[in-house]
């Protein structure tokens, strides 16, 4: 079975922190992908990336970066965590055929107090 | 500007009868155009993919049709069952760009 793993189920932060969510794939997939979901506006997408060291930037890039030095790892950075970043956060992967399906991790639920 | 709309929020059903979610977009050419159901606290779970080249397609209980005149697809789940209660997301694609749309609620009472 394909796993994605995020690193932390929650996780409280303080505003002005740096913050690292990490994201693990086991299937050795090219698309890797980082979304944030709040109530009423579903999933909205960060950052992707389609390979090693490659990334593109989503809808809603503001705030954040990304870092993708290995295939199976994707990370997301907050460099300065503020309290309107407190949200679900998602990571996604998918094998490097346009159209296939994606497979998401548990989500970690980040609080910036 | 890019957008992916789905019908409501929250669609109330009665058990047996059946559910139909819309997605509409604009601005989007989309070749493939897919559907998830998730559980509260956990991630997206895929259900269907349907290409711009397929009118219908189907999978057990489940029906997508894709209309890239109307620019739209619909989700049908027949003969709707309580374990069916959940969030139904459309997703587009892009390239490799994969973006959602806001999700409708299922409740399907028994």
């Known amino acids: 079975d394909v796993k994605v793993t995020q690193s932390s189920r929650y996780l409280v932060k303080r505003t002005g922190e740096k913050v690292f969510l990490e994201c693990v794939q086991d299937?050795?997939?090219?698309?890797m992908f980082w979304y944030r979901q709040d109530p009423g506006l579903g999933l909205r997408l960060i950052y992707f990336?389609?390979?090693?060291?490659?990334?593109e930037k989503g809808d809603i890039p503001e705030g954040y970066s990304v870092s993708r030095e290995k295939k199976e790892r994707f990370s997301l950075i907050l460099e300065s965590a503020s309290t309107n970043q407190t949200s679900m956060y998602l990571c996604?992967?998918?094998?490097?055929?346009?159209?296939?399906?994606?497979?998401f991790g548990q989500g970690t639920r980040l609080t910036v107090v | 500007s890019q957008k992916i709309e789905q019908n409501s929020e929250a669609l109330n059903i009665q058990e047996g009868k059946t559910a139909t979610l819309t997605c509409n977009y604009t601005?989007?050419?989309?070749?493939?155009l897919q559907w998830y159901r998730q559980d509260p606290g956990r991630g997206p779970v895929f259900l269907l993919l349907?290409?711009?080249?397929?009118k219908e397609k189907r999978k057990e209980r489940l029906k997508v049709t894709f209309d890239t005149t109307l620019k739209q697809s619909l989700f049908h789940i027949t003969a709707s069952q309580p374990a069916d209660s959940a969030t139904y997301l459309c997703a587009l694609i892009n390239d490799y760009k994969l973006s959602f749309g806001a999700g409708t609620t299922v409740t399907v009472r028994a």
């Open positions: 349907i290409r711009e080249n397929e």
């Open positions: 601005n989007y050419s989309p070749a493939y």
């Open positions: 299937m050795d997939h090219e698309n």
């Open positions: 990336s389609y390979d090693v060291k490659m990334k």
């Open positions: 996604a992967s998918s094998p490097g055929q346009v159209g296939t399906e994606a497979f």
